[in-house]
């Protein structure tokens, strides 16, 4: 039988939104709900004087799969005498279906050993049903965007590679067929000479802009791994912005997939033109290292450093990017402020698990 509770608390029970309780575990283990008030059988299915009569019938509702993270909280509540906060599904006969619930309450011990616990639960099913949209909708979206980036990267080497294989094969015929004619030029005529050498002159610097375009879409280098596109891409970054690069690694080759090495080449490259644009910095440390199946990738700068206002900005997209990069790769960017000052960009993430070599004996 529910005990009575003063008017004033029983009538602000009665119309709270969700299930007010009391809820005690004894000494020996065994459990009881004191107080239960009239919510209970449109949250749980089953009235009040039902759950009393066999309290242990609430943890029965919850889930197999939420049981234990429901029992690890009690007990960690129990224990600390901290506040109980557990949402999980339970299963409600009554109308076949699965419900979401939060309950929430503070604890106290009793002389006799027991704890107990008032508070409320409350149905988050349509709060919660929500949540996992938004989680599965940035899911689809996140594997949209790493769609986009691959398509993108096929598409830089496909046009990288025509712009090498046919307009640079056109153009060094064009700069051999000038050299032949201006070899049959008159001696005499320099106005022509002075022509020839200019359309020689053009041609090479169409050919160094053809060979720039090319590495700017997709570096040759990547070919050869990571460390050298890394290696690669300090030195140009030295030679464009007068800022000293340096590359460190614990390794003289890493095995990537070659998403992963372009993704990861793509982020530094990023984080290299935001060092130049506004980092004001004199030095670059790009890292990279591997420990226990996980590649970490730091670029440290001596810069000013990032602040706050400069990550909240909407057209932040280049950290959105590298941020968006790494999620694709299912590791982690973080930006961070080294002990000298400046910034540092980090990128971890996991190698996939490598097959256990099979020794094969020959008799």
Excluded at 135 to 164: D, W, Y
Excluded at 297 to 325: C, H, Q, V, W, Y
Aim: with cysteine; hydrophobic share 45%; glycine share 6%.
């Amino acid at each position: 039988m529910r005990p009575a509770l003063p008017t004033a608390l029983h009538n602000i029970a009665a119309n709270a939104p969700g299930l007010v309780y009391q809820f005690r575990r004894n000494a020996d283990g065994s459990v009881t709900f004191p107080y239960l008030s009239d919510g209970c059988l449109a949250l749980l299915g089953i009235t009040a004087a039902e759950l009393q009569a066999e309290p242990e019938r609430f943890l029965s509702l919850v889930l197999a799969e939420d049981r234990p993270a429901y029992l690890e909280s009690m007990q960690a509540s129990a224990h600390s005498l901290w506040s109980w906060n557990w949402e999980g599904r339970i299963w409600v006969e009554a109308w076949k279906d699965v419900k979401w619930i939060n309950l929430r309450s503070t604890p106290h011990a009793l002389p006799d050993g027991a704890v107990q616990w008032e508070g409320i639960m409350s149905n988050i099913t349509e709060s919660k049903q929500e949540q996992l949209e938004v989680r599965a909708s940035r899911a689809r979206l996140a594997e949209l965007t790493a769609h986009i980036e691959k398509v993108k990267e096929q598409e830089r080497e496909r046009i990288a590679r025509e712009i090498h294989d046919d307009l640079g094969g056109n153009l060094t015929a064009i700069k051999m067929a000038i050299a032949m004619l201006a070899a049959r030029l008159p001696e005499g005529d320099e106005t022509l000479q002075q022509k020839a050498a200019y359309v020689d002159s053009l041609v090479d610097r169409t050919i160094d802009a053809v060979h720039r375009l090319t590495l700017d879409l997709r570096p040759s280098v990547l070919d050869f791994g990571l460390l050298p596109a890394l290696e690669w891409q300090a030195k140009e970054f030295e030679a464009q912005a007068g800022i000293s690069c340096t590359v460190l690694a614990s390794m003289k080759e890493l095995e990537l997939d070659p998403e992963q090495a372009t993704a990861l080449f793509r982020i530094a490259q990023e984080a290299l033109t935001n060092i130049a644009k506004h980092a004001q910095a004199s030095a670059v440390t790009i890292k990279l290292t591997r420990s226990r199946g996980v590649v970490t990738l730091k670029i440290t700068d001596n810069g000013r450093g990032i602040r706050p206002a400069d990550r909240a900005k909407p057209d932040s997209f280049g950290l959105r990017g590298m941020a968006e990069r790494a999620r694709a790769l299912g590791g982690t960017l973080n930006l961070g402020h080294p002990p000298g000052g400046g910034t540092e960009v980090m990128i971890k993430i996991r190698l996939p698990a490598r097959a256990p070599d099979v020794k094969i004996n020959h008799e």
